[in-house]
T-cell receptor
């Protein structure tokens, strides 16, 4: 079974600074990878996804992630954060189980706190 | 489009009570899922469905039942609530991509407390 490790449970950062949220996954076979964001008391919103092709994936709100197959990593980056980016971020990998269904396996989450 | 909707937003139950969490999607997606979110554990799959009339268990199915009589609806039933079921519950739906699951879209969640 696959697993996802988010290496930092909390990341504090000052506004306008760059940030990197780290994610490693366990599988060595072809995978689909996702980053979701959860704002306080809300559901999960897709930030970006990697299915195939270019290893640099651009998402919403200025975020991007780089797929690194050799290091089994999918780190999320933003060059300049805003207060409004304060949220919890989840990395997920898909795993085929049955009937064409790919379940998502989530990391434990990284809480990004942006300070003025 | 409303996307994925869930009701209620909040619920408090006593141990042993039963209830149904409702989930509906208007995107004509084949696949629907229920996850629970607990602090420090991310989201874990409870049950999923690959189409009307077809459901299966995920990682943490004990104490929960599901059914899928229509494409749009996928209710989650708690048979006899326990404090360990205190959690935030998310419903998700997804279409088909290249023979597999496309991006999953999540509802706003139901926060359940069992006393």
């Amino acid at each position: 079974a696959q697993s996802v490790t988010q290496l930092d449970s909390q990341v504090p950062v000052f506004e306008e600074a760059p940030v990197e949220l780290r994610c490693n996954y366990s599988s060595s076979v072809s995978v689909y990878l996702f980053w979701y964001v959860q704002y306080p008391n809300q559901g999960l919103q897709l930030l970006l996804k990697y299915l195939s092709g270019s290893t640099l994936v651009k998402g919403i709100n200025g975020f991007e992630a780089e797929f690194n197959k050799s290091q089994t990593s999918f780190h999320l980056r933003k060059p300049s954060v805003h207060i409004s980016d304060t949220a919890e971020y989840f990395c997920a990998v898909s795993e085929r189980i049955s009937g064409g269904y790919n379940k998502l396996i989530f990391g434990a989450g990284t809480r990004l706190a942006v300070h003025p | 489009n409303a996307g994925v909707t869930q009701t209620p937003k909040f619920q408090v139950l006593k141990t042993g009570q039963s209830m149904t969490l409702q989930c509906a999607q208007d995107m004509n997606h084949e696949y629907m899922s229920w996850y629970r979110q607990d602090p420090g554990m991310g989201l874990r799959l409870i049950h999923y469905s690959v189409g009307a009339g077809i459901t299966d268990q995920g990682e943490v199915p004990n104490g929960y039942n599901v059914s899928r009589s229509t494409t749009e609806d996928f209710p989650l039933r708690l048979l006899s609530a326990a404090p360990s079921q205190t959690s935030v519950y998310f419903c998700a739906s997804s279409g088909v991509l290249a023979g597999g699951t496309d991006t999953q879209y999540f509802g706003p969640g139901t926060r359940l407390t069992v006393l």
